[in-house]
Structures are given as C-alpha cells and as structure tokens.
C-alpha cells in the first residue's frame, strides 16, 4: 500500500466500563490509538441513505470506508474519530492474502457516529 494514500489521521475508539463521579458504572470511548488512514468511498464521495425513524425524527446515514495498515486488533465494536466527526463501524475487512490493509466500514449519523 502506497503511504501517500494514507493522508488522514484518525483515532480508534473503544468502549470501557467507568464511573460516573457519584460511583454509577458507566460506558465510555477510550482512545486505543492514532493511526494513518485513506478515507475511501466506492464514488469518492460519502454513501447517504435515510433511515427509518428514531424518536419521530427520520435520520439519515453516511457510510464512509477508512482504510488503514493490516490491523487484525481492531473489531466492529470500535468507532473512529475524525474530523471531530464519530463513525461507528460496521464491519472490519482484512487483506487476509498480503496482510497489507484493514477496511473499516463506517457509518456517521447514527447512535454513537
């Protein structure tokens, strides 16, 4: 894989178990790392498609593609950070022949992205 291609900087997100400050356990992102990706689409341009309704309001999700070194670490209960911007991801697709790049299948717009 090309490093030119790599031109953005992403971090991976994990959830943990915490404590809210009166003692309640609670669900948090922590950072897991920072690494360099090509944020690919199939048209260059962010996959939109609506939803049905959650709350009585109709939302609309944008799939994005981060492709980043092989990483077989990261799972589709990670998210990503970029751009200030979370994307839940989806599915994980490994280069299992040349272990070369790890796809993460994103959407934004969502519960948690």
Same mark, same amino acid.
């Given at each position: 894989?090309?490093?030119?291609?790599?031109?953005?900087?992403?971090?991976?997100?994990?959830?943990?178990?915490?404590?809210?400050?009166?003692?309640?356990?609670?669900?948090?992102?922590?950072?897991?790392?920072?690494?360099?990706?090509?944020?690919?689409?199939?048209?260059?341009?962010?996959?939109?498609?609506?939803?049905?309704?959650?709350?009585?309001?109709?939302?609309?999700?944008?799939?994005?593609?981060? +492709?980043?070194?092989?990483?077989?670490? =990261?799972?589709? $209960?990670?998210?990503?950070?970029? /751009? !200030?911007?979370?994307?839940?991801?989806?599915?994980? +697709?490994?280069?299992?022949?040349?272990? =070369?790049?790890? $796809?993460?299948?994103?959407?934004? /717009? !969502?519960?948690?992205?």
């Amino acid at each position: 894989m090309q490093a030119g291609n790599l031109n953005r900087k992403i971090t991976i997100q994990k959830r943990v178990q915490g404590q809210s400050p009166s003692g309640q356990p609670i669900d948090e992102w922590q950072d897991v790392t920072k690494v360099w990706a090509w944020v690919k689409t199939q048209s260059g341009m962010a996959v939109a498609r609506q939803t049905g309704e959650s709350g009585g309001v109709a939302m609309s999700l944008n799939s994005y593609s981060f +492709r980043v070194r092989f990483r077989p670490d =990261i799972t589709d $209960d990670m998210r990503i950070v970029y /751009g !200030g911007l979370y994307f839940d991801i989806q599915q994980v +697709r490994h280069d299992l022949a040349g272990h =070369i790049w790890t $796809d993460l299948v994103t959407e934004q /717009g !969502g519960s948690e992205g």
